[in-house]
């Protein structure tokens, strides 16, 4: 399973990638693998703000739907659009043409309450043991 | 995210399910396998070639001796008399109010032998309820452990399974079935289905389980035979519009509301819920189940309100995705004077009313033979 160095993640499964003040957010590997099939994408507006923890999107498979959290409190600068036509590529490549927003963050500050990869992958392993 | 599995019964093959890596879930109070290799994947081998599903957690009740067809006229709405001998059909088991107890299979092994395939969620209340309503000196066996169940399912199934069987299958026609062996297994075989393609049920020893999966595998997979599980059913289920119980059917409804009045033989005599039926019959029906497309961009699914001229004015039943269709769909219970083909409609969708569409069912027809 990847764990991308270049991220951030959450005990939700988000992962973050940060330029400068913008972060990109998106769902991670064990994420869409415990989802199966992503049939939609429900994305928020540009200009909406989310706070830390907030539901800002849903993404759905065959049988449910799951709320994705908001990693970094932030205001969103743009949505993936391809998810619209083509939500299989959360499936596909959630790291890289999977992403789902990107927001200008409130406060970088919290970032560092986020995982590194080495720490997410250890919190996959004992979360897949139970 | 793991749900607690301790006290779930389990198949014969859930070993086996489980080194194949498949998802398992609860169902029925069974751990049951819910996708292999992927739902999409599965469902659309199913429709195209071949899916072989583990349906062992259905249940199974055997009816003999001299009052059996009496009985089983009793307690289900449909004709049992009509049957000859290796035949089946649709049915269902009806409380006094008209309301549906369970859906089930009426098989016809001979004069004073039926079997009948129910619901794994009502395996024990529907014996339960024949017993209770069993004055007719009939034999009533809760035979559910004696048999694992597989469904092999697709247009490719007859070819696969004819080498393994010492039965003319080209001549067995769509719900009728027979008697034999798969390999050296005995083995009752039915040309059934839940998933609107050809294919057939299997019934045999439980003891024989992995032997039997492993010579269909076997035989199927240079044809595209691929495991299916429990996701793929439901979403191949619902595009040919066959009810789920505790969905479109439950102790609430009645077969004039789900669309099921061509299961209703009121003309074959009494039998219970007869009352019920004609009286609502009569007096006309306020709701009714139809098929929808979603519209808008949204998925409608099961509980989610339905809205006509942004009032709430029903519910759906069963919805999601349809792989084969490329669209998403559902069954919903609607107001009657609402209920045509063709009426715009809405589903709440969280916080949003996407608008959906009323169609004409089933959603997909398997192809005719050239």
Same mark, same amino acid.
């Given at each position: 399973m990847k764990f991308p160095a270049d991220c951030v993640y959450t005990k939700e499964h988000e992962w973050v990638r940060v330029h400068e003040d913008v972060a990109t957010v998106g769902i991670t590997e064990h994420a869409q693998k415990e989802l199966g099939d992503v049939v939609f994408v429900e994305l928020p507006k540009s200009g909406e703000t989310f706070d830390t923890k907030e539901t800002f999107a849903n993404v759905e498979s065959v049988k449910a739907v799951s709320e994705v959290f908001c990693p970094v409190a932030g205001k969103i600068?743009?949505?993936?659009?391809? +998810?619209? !036509?083509?939500?299989q590529l959360v499936n596909e490549d959630c790291y890289g043409d999977g992403w789902f927003v990107k927001l200008k963050m409130?406060?970088?500050?919290? +970032?560092? !309450?986020l995982l590194n990869h080495e720490e997410y992958a250890e919190f996959v392993a004992e979360e897949s043991a139970e | 995210m793991s749900s607690p599995t301790v006290g779930l019964r389990k198949t014969a093959l859930h070993t086996l399910h489980k080194k194949m890596g498949a998802r398992m879930a609860e169902f029925g109070g069974w751990e049951m396998p819910i996708e292999y290799s992927g739902i999409i994947q599965e469902h659309c081998a199913v429709r195209t070639a071949a899916g072989l599903f583990d349906i062992s957690h259905m249940g199974e009740i055997l009816i003999e001796g001299a009052g059996c067809l009496r009985l089983i006229q009793h307690v289900?709405?449909?004709?049992?008399?009509?049957?000859?001998?290796?035949q089946i059909q649709y049915s269902a088991l009806l409380t006094?109010?008209?309301?549906?107890v369970d859906d089930i299979l009426v098989h016809r092994f001979g004069v004073d032998r039926y079997f009948l395939c129910v619901n794994a969620s009502n395996a024990q209340k529907d014996f339960d309820w024949i017993c209770q309503h069993n004055s007719f000196d009939a034999k009533v066996i809760h035979?559910?452990?004696?048999y694992s169940q597989l469904a092999l399912q697709g247009p490719k199934a007859q070819g696969i399974l004819q080498p393994l069987v010492n039965v003319d299958l080209k001549a067995m026609k769509y719900y009728w079935l027979k008697h034999g062996n798969l390999g050296d297994v005995d083995c009752l075989i039915t040309?059934?289905?839940?998933?609107?393609?050809d294919g057939f049920e299997l019934y045999f020893d439980p003891g024989s389980s992995e032997r039997v999966w492993n010579l269909l595998m076997d035989a199927g997979s240079g044809d595209g035979l691929i495991p299916a599980g429990l996701g793929a059913r439901n979403t191949l289920r619902l595009e040919a519009k066959m009810a789920l119980y505790g969905h479109?059917?439950?102790?609430?409804?009645t077969p004039w509301e789900a669309d099921l009045?061509?299961?209703?033989?009121?003309?074959?005599g009494n039998f219970l819920g007869k009352e019920a039926l004609v009286k609502q019959h009569e007096a006309g029906i306020q709701k009714r189940l139809i098929g929808f497309e979603m519209v808008g961009k949204g998925i409608g699914r099961d509980g989610y309100p339905v809205l006509i001229n942004g009032q709430e004015a029903g519910v759906v039943t069963s919805g999601g995705p349809s792989p084969s269709l490329k669209k998403n769909i559902g069954l919903a219970y609607v107001p009657v004077s609402h209920s045509n083909p063709g009426q715009e409609i809405e589903v709440q969708v969280r916080t949003q009313a996407i608008p959906a569409r009323i169609v004409t069912t089933p959603f997909y027809t398997r192809p005719k033979p050239a």
């Amino acid at each position: 399973m990847k764990f991308p160095a270049d991220c951030v993640y959450t005990k939700e499964h988000e992962w973050v990638r940060v330029h400068e003040d913008v972060a990109t957010v998106g769902i991670t590997e064990h994420a869409q693998k415990e989802l199966g099939d992503v049939v939609f994408v429900e994305l928020p507006k540009s200009g909406e703000t989310f706070d830390t923890k907030e539901t800002f999107a849903n993404v759905e498979s065959v049988k449910a739907v799951s709320e994705v959290f908001c990693p970094v409190a932030g205001k969103i600068l743009e949505v993936n659009n391809a +998810l619209s !036509d083509s939500p299989q590529l959360v499936n596909e490549d959630c790291y890289g043409d999977g992403w789902f927003v990107k927001l200008k963050m409130s406060d970088a500050a919290e +970032l560092k !309450d986020l995982l590194n990869h080495e720490e997410y992958a250890e919190f996959v392993a004992e979360e897949s043991a139970e | 995210m793991s749900s607690p599995t301790v006290g779930l019964r389990k198949t014969a093959l859930h070993t086996l399910h489980k080194k194949m890596g498949a998802r398992m879930a609860e169902f029925g109070g069974w751990e049951m396998p819910i996708e292999y290799s992927g739902i999409i994947q599965e469902h659309c081998a199913v429709r195209t070639a071949a899916g072989l599903f583990d349906i062992s957690h259905m249940g199974e009740i055997l009816i003999e001796g001299a009052g059996c067809l009496r009985l089983i006229q009793h307690v289900t709405c449909n004709d049992a008399s009509r049957l000859k001998d290796e035949q089946i059909q649709y049915s269902a088991l009806l409380t006094p109010e008209g309301t549906f107890v369970d859906d089930i299979l009426v098989h016809r092994f001979g004069v004073d032998r039926y079997f009948l395939c129910v619901n794994a969620s009502n395996a024990q209340k529907d014996f339960d309820w024949i017993c209770q309503h069993n004055s007719f000196d009939a034999k009533v066996i809760h035979a559910s452990h004696q048999y694992s169940q597989l469904a092999l399912q697709g247009p490719k199934a007859q070819g696969i399974l004819q080498p393994l069987v010492n039965v003319d299958l080209k001549a067995m026609k769509y719900y009728w079935l027979k008697h034999g062996n798969l390999g050296d297994v005995d083995c009752l075989i039915t040309r059934t289905g839940y998933t609107g393609e050809d294919g057939f049920e299997l019934y045999f020893d439980p003891g024989s389980s992995e032997r039997v999966w492993n010579l269909l595998m076997d035989a199927g997979s240079g044809d595209g035979l691929i495991p299916a599980g429990l996701g793929a059913r439901n979403t191949l289920r619902l595009e040919a519009k066959m009810a789920l119980y505790g969905h479109e059917i439950s102790d609430q409804i009645t077969p004039w509301e789900a669309d099921l009045a061509w299961v209703v033989k009121l003309e074959k005599g009494n039998f219970l819920g007869k009352e019920a039926l004609v009286k609502q019959h009569e007096a006309g029906i306020q709701k009714r189940l139809i098929g929808f497309e979603m519209v808008g961009k949204g998925i409608g699914r099961d509980g989610y309100p339905v809205l006509i001229n942004g009032q709430e004015a029903g519910v759906v039943t069963s919805g999601g995705p349809s792989p084969s269709l490329k669209k998403n769909i559902g069954l919903a219970y609607v107001p009657v004077s609402h209920s045509n083909p063709g009426q715009e409609i809405e589903v709440q969708v969280r916080t949003q009313a996407i608008p959906a569409r009323i169609v004409t069912t089933p959603f997909y027809t398997r192809p005719k033979p050239a």
